[in-house]
């Protein structure tokens, strides 16, 4: 480990309420959705289908690109970014927001007038939707509780924030805040409460290179990099202790995802893909494979081919039996938190028109398979 501390001060929070956010919901007409017909699976599933999520209230295609989805642990909810301005009432301008699909009641919220940088992520419950912005000079990480809409601005000491994560309930959010003080630049992890107006320093790392915290739906575990030195390292926050760099030495790694109930850590190294069984201290490898996510019990693996670092073929691993299904056969691609438990929903985006049928925008879309 070179140049990796911890931390472990609490301090106060000072937490920001903005005025409620006004949120348009409007309904989407499930059957109108347009869908693929039934594949065969390959892993013991007999069937699998492809639905476009990113549609108007009566199923029609958006007229803009959508992408950077993210799905709840449950396959209820599904949030992402769009341009369209025909998902929802109020949308007038071509420019991304984020949305807030219902899966069960097929019904899909505008989250805010923000222009989210990056993925935005939904919280297990499917209560609490966070993505990054730009605020003036700086980047500022944004939290939206959908049920009464009211938002809290996560708060970014000194200079920026970014790379947030959720605990399953919302409460806890990590996030890297990025220092700039008399001409040093450093960055901490953090994991602030939003309850309580605290917040627990994960680590200190004396540079600025990409970190992604991953935090388990618990809280208790949060999965990050090193990016100067890269290392990966596993921090559980009610001991106190820190594991790590988990990849052994003299390896350079890169961090994809802790499992939600954190007992997996996925991380790429070379052309491989591991999982980390953190109860064991063990690797398991998956040669020759990019890892993209994980499913919420670490047993459901998502891939691409090693070496693509752009959109690709995604297929789902089952780990444990050692079978693979496609997802998706045409250039696709998928954000952590893309599948959910048991592998039976991987939410993911493309700009191919052949998915389902009637797909003539000529823009990404975002697509959920199901797994049966």
């Not at 049920?147 to 809290?152: E, F, L």
């Not at 996560?154 to 220092?179: E, K, M, T």
């Not at 594991?243 to 070379?270: F, H, M, N, T, W």
């Not at 250039?331 to 049928?357: L, M, R, Y």
Request: glycine share 10%; charged share 15%.
């Amino acid at each position: 480990m070179r140049g990796t501390t911890n931390g472990s001060t609490t301090r106060r929070l000072r937490t920001v309420l903005s005025a409620a956010i006004a949120v348009c919901a409007v309904t989407a007409v499930l059957p109108a959705a347009a869908s693929a017909a039934p594949a065969t699976g390959a892993a013991g599933r007999l069937t699998s289908t492809v639905e476009r999520i990113s549609v108007s209230p009566n199923g029609t295609q958006g007229n803009g690109s959508s992408t950077a989805a993210s799905i709840t642990p449950s396959g209820r909810h599904v949030a992402f970014t769009s341009s369209a301005t025909n998902l929802g009432s109020g949308a007038s301008s071509a420019q991304n927001r984020p949305y807030l699909r219902d899966q069960q009641t097929g019904q899909t919220r505008r989250v805010s007038d923000y222009t989210p940088i990056g993925s935005v992520t939904v919280s297990g419950d499917g209560g609490y939707v966070t993505y990054a912005l730009q605020w003036m000079r700086n980047v500022r990480v944004r939290m939206e509780q959908m049920s009464s809409g009211s938002a809290i601005a996560a708060n970014c000491s000194a200079w920026s924030c970014n790379q947030s994560s959720f605990s399953a309930d919302g409460r806890y959010l990590a996030l890297v805040i990025l220092h700039n003080q008399r001409g040093s630049e450093y960055q901490t992890i953090e994991v602030q409460d939003s309850r309580t107006g605290t917040t627990q320093v994960v680590s200190n790392m004396p540079h600025l290179n990409e970190s992604r915290p991953s935090m388990s739906g618990d809280a208790r575990y949060v999965a990050f990099q090193d990016g100067e030195s890269k290392d990966v390292f596993l921090r559980n926050l009610p001991g106190n202790s820190m594991v790590g760099p988990i990849e052994g030495p003299s390896v350079a790694a890169s961090l994809v995802q802790l499992s939600d109930d954190g007992s997996k850590v996925v991380y790429v190294a070379g052309s491989d893909t591991y999982v980390y069984d953190v109860a064991s201290a063990t690797s398991q490898p998956v040669p020759n494979v990019r890892g993209v996510a994980i499913d919420p019990t670490g047993r459901y693996l998502l891939y691409a081919p090693a070496g693509t670092t752009g959109p690709s073929s995604l297929t789902l691993r089952d780990l444990q039996a050692g079978t693979d299904e496609i997802v998706s056969a045409q250039p696709a691609s998928a954000e952590t938190n893309a599948v959910s438990t048991g592998g039976h929903d991987v939410v993911f985006q493309s700009t191919a028109a052949d998915i389902v049928p009637d797909d003539t925008n000529g823009a990404s879309d975002v697509f959920v398979r199901h797994f049966s």
